[in-house]
């Protein structure tokens, strides 16, 4: 047999040089599939992209002084209350328009007619003297509790807009709370914690005058986890409040995982879910389950699930929201 001719071997060379590059191709985006879900499964990483704490905006750091994010003078109260295991927690409370119209305090009313800018010890002096009337206010208009979702602080503009929206447009107080590792809060972040945290906040509204029946619990986002939380332990108890509204919610967290996608269109742990080990591989991973799912038949009173396409904080896949809907729907019937 006459041995290949050099022509012959040359046509070759082009295709194996191909299939030599695929490969490697191949191997390189098996290597990086590999490495994003074991950094998926690592609990430090779930922590970092669960509560995302470390992501903040340069300036979010001058709680003390509301007015900064655009919050009128004296209608803000900056605060520390302690939960119920020793962590302090950042918290805002604001007045509803109504009854911050009505303060007596000389400065605030001076702000009020003019608008005119004052200093800062002015404004100082406005919320020290603001803060003795909570009380009488939580008494006088209803309070939404809001948790927030993760990443930011209580002072992050979309949320800013969301307490000035509900205190002019509805005339209620709204008391935010910052989770333990947001913000100035102390402490690091866990299931827990957080609900002790959302807790704490709840029971301060009480303590200071208001009626439970009068109380709104508000989450978003990660605050809805954390929102279910509250309101089975309040339903379990038989504590009667106003109602829950979830805004963008999920239904526990290993379903969205599942419903994850890199870059916002690669399916990450999905694929894995063929493979029969693999579904209890991950869940045993899971390090903060929130799991609303399963506290919805202990959740007493009313409750409102809202979610929209896309939030501008983040992204819920609507799957991860449909069983929510369906069970909180057989609950009631």
Not at 1 to 23: G, Y
Not at 57 to 83: C, D, Q, R, W
Not at 103 to 117: M, N
Not at 308 to 326: D, H, M, N
């Amino acid at each position: 047999m006459s041995a290949p001719s050099p022509v012959a071997k040359a046509q070759k060379r082009p295709s194996t040089v191909v299939v030599q590059r695929l490969q490697r191709v191949a191997v390189g985006l098996g290597l990086l599939y590999t490495g994003a879900v074991l950094l998926v499964l690592t609990p430090l990483i779930q922590t970092l992209v669960l509560y995302a704490t470390h992501i903040d905006v340069i300036g979010y750091s001058k709680f003390e002084h509301p007015e900064h994010y655009g919050l009128a003078p004296g209608k803000t109260i900056n605060m520390a209350l302690g939960s119920s295991d020793n962590v302090t927690l950042g918290a805002w409370f604001v007045f509803s328009d109504p009854f911050y119209r009505k303060l007596p305090h000389p400065h605030l009313q001076t702000y009020l007619h003019t608008r005119a800018p004052a200093p800062p010890t002015t404004y100082q002096s406005i919320q020290q003297a603001s803060k003795d009337f909570i009380p009488e206010a939580l008494k006088h208009n209803p309070t939404v509790l809001f948790l927030h979702g993760n990443s930011g602080t209580r002072a992050h503009h979309l949320r800013t807009d969301i307490y000035s929206g509900l205190t002019a447009r509805l005339g209620v107080n709204v008391f935010a709370i910052d989770y333990r590792g947001f913000g100035d809060s102390t402490g690091e972040p866990s299931v827990q914690g957080v609900g002790r945290d959302a807790r704490a906040g709840f029971d301060y509204l009480v303590q200071n005058g208001a009626n439970p029946e009068n109380i709104l619990i508000i989450g978003h986002s990660l605050g809805t986890a954390i929102a279910g939380l509250l309101a089975a332990e309040l339903g379990r108890e038989g504590v009667r409040f106003r109602g829950v509204v979830l805004m963008s919610p999920f239904s526990s967290v290993r379903t969205l995982m599942d419903q994850y996608h890199l870059f916002g269109f690669l399916p990450l742990l999905k694929p894995l879910s063929r493979i029969p080990f693999m579904p209890r591989v991950i869940t045993w991973s899971v390090k903060h389950n929130f799991d609303t799912l399963t506290l919805v038949p202990d959740i007493q009173s009313p409750a409102l699930i809202a979610h929209a396409g896309k939030e501008r904080l983040g992204y819920t896949p609507f799957p991860c929201i449909r069983p929510l809907r369906r069970l909180h729907r057989k609950s009631l019937s």
